[in-house]
């Protein structure tokens, strides 16, 4: 998974650990491990909600200030209203890229 330069930091400290995609179809997988900027994370889980239906807890989890910031940062795929499907994913970070001695870097399909 790719994040905005912004975010990255704060993904590899393990402080975010929820990403909100606006995607025509999953571009990961539960239990997939991903490089991302020096580090390796695994999804724990992958659902798909209107917007609205996001948690403060979920929003203070993905790093941005708000569910306008949230939606903001989704939108750059088309827009984002409160009834448009978004898909949440929960991950957790396993380690720096070099630690991980072959981790799958699985893009595009789950």
């Known amino acids: 998974m790719q994040f905005s330069p912004d975010l990255r930091e704060g993904v590899a400290r393990g402080e975010i650990t929820v990403s909100v995609r606006l995607w025509a179809r999953r571009q990961v997988r539960e239990g997939g ?3 991302t900027a020096g580090t390796v994370i695994e999804v724990d889980s992958i659902e798909v909600l209107p917007l609205a239906a ?3 807890q979920d929003i203070a989890a993905t790093g941005d200030g708000d569910r306008e910031a949230v939606r903001r940062r989704a939108a750059h795929a088309g827009p984002v209203h409160d009834d448009t499907l978004v898909h949440r994913i929960e991950f ?3 380690g720096s890229s070099g630690e991980q001695s072959n981790p799958p870097a ?3 399909h789950p």
């Open 33 to 35: 491990r991903y490089r």
């Open 106 to 108: 699985v893009f595009g």
């Open 92 to 94: 957790h970070v396993v």
């Open 54 to 56: 996001l948690t403060d």
